[in-house]
């Protein structure tokens, strides 16, 4: 059975749902959307640059960096953005 429907909650990637950083409330924000978006290649963030040239060897800290950053995007209200940049540790 595949059948779609408009009212089922978002299936968040276990990451953002199981994150020590994020806030129940930051992860009601991300869950906002009517769905996931797209990896955005023309998405440009010097920060989530530099977290992805410091971090890039340790998978766990570059997580961590990113929720972090994450969490400053969407303390701005910065929805789309947050989940760019969470995107990028997928």
């Known amino acids: ?45 010097d920060v989530l640059k530099n977290i992805i040239q410091y971090y890039s060897i340790s998978p766990d800290e570059m997580e961590k960096e990113l929720h972090i950053h994450a969490k400053s995007l969407l303390a701005q209200q910065k929805v789309q953005e947050a989940w760019q940049v969470l995107l990028a540790g997928v």
Request: glycine share 0%.
């Open 1 to 45: 059975m595949n059948e779609t429907n408009s009212s089922s909650p978002l299936l968040l990637p276990t990451s953002i749902q199981e994150s020590t950083i994020l806030t129940p409330q930051d992860v009601a924000l991300l869950a906002s959307v009517q769905e996931i978006p797209a990896i955005d290649p023309a998405y440009e963030d």
